[in-house]
């Protein structure tokens, strides 16, 4: 079975602070994802990563940056956390176009 | 780029019934694929069921179908005999000639005893 985990299921964090999230796959896929899910919005693309080194903008890049040195590594990265950054944080990975992306448990990050 | 328009927000649905869950979407792209994903409360994010558009069959997955009208750009999920466990936020995603998918803001289907 394919698994996806992320390093927190819960993170408490204060503004300003950096904050990394990690995700890693045990699939061997090429592709990995972030995701912000908030209600009312459903999923919407941070940043994903098709390679390693490799990056590219999703729908709501600003304020995060991201890191992928190993194939099966993918980190999300908030800079300087800000209270609009509070929200479930998904990571996703997938091998071919078309197919299904794999998802993490998710992270629930809380900005104070 | 792609939208998506999940316009039921919430849906309830008798134990054992049938429920139906809408999606339009609009695409420039001639090949892609539609997913149906679903997450439970508190529990991971885990794959309904999959279609490719060049497919004129719908694509059915045990108690699961859609009814895919390409010229209508609509994927709807047909859910057959309800459960409890069938409870849950399910999000239609296209996906197209990149690997990114675009997801709707979901339905929250609850399923009644």
């Known amino acids: 079975d394919v698994k996806v985990t992320q390093s927190s299921r819960y993170l408490v964090k204060r503004t300003g602070e950096k904050v990394f999230l990690e995700c890693v796959q045990d699939?061997?896929?090429?592709?990995m994802f972030w995701y912000r899910q908030d209600p009312g919005l459903g999923l919407r693309l941070i940043y994903f990563s098709y390679d390693v080194k490799m990056k590219e903008k999703g729908d709501i890049p600003e304020g995060y940056s991201v890191s992928r040195e190993k194939k099966e590594r993918f980190s999300l990265i908030l800079e300087s956390a800000s209270t609009n950054q509070t929200s479930m944080y998904l990571c996703?990975?997938?091998?071919?176009?078309?197919?299904?992306?794999?998802f993490g448990p998710g992270t629930r990050l809380t900005v104070t | 780029a792609q939208t998506v328009t999940q316009s039921q927000p919430e849906m309830s649905v008798q134990e054992a019934e049938t429920v139906t869950l809408s999606c339009t979407y609009d695409?420039?792209?001639?090949?892609?694929?539609l997913f149906w994903y679903k997450q439970p409360p508190s529990r991971q994010m885990i794959l309904v069921i999959r279609?490719?558009?060049?497919?004129?069959q719908n694509a059915t997955e045990n108690r699961f179908s859609v009814n895919f009208q390409k010229a209508a750009k609509s994927f709807s999920l047909k859910i057959s005999d309800s459960q409890l466990g069938d409870t849950a936020m399910y999000f239609c995603a296209p996906g197209g000639s990149n690997y990114k998918l675009t997801f709707g803001k979901g339905t929250l289907l609850t399923v009644n005893p």
């Open positions: 699939m061997d896929h090429e592709n």
């Open positions: 695409t420039s792209e001639s090949n892609y694929y």
């Open positions: 996703a990975s997938g091998s071919r176009r078309g197919d299904e992306q794999y």
């Open positions: 279609q490719e558009a060049y497919k004129q």
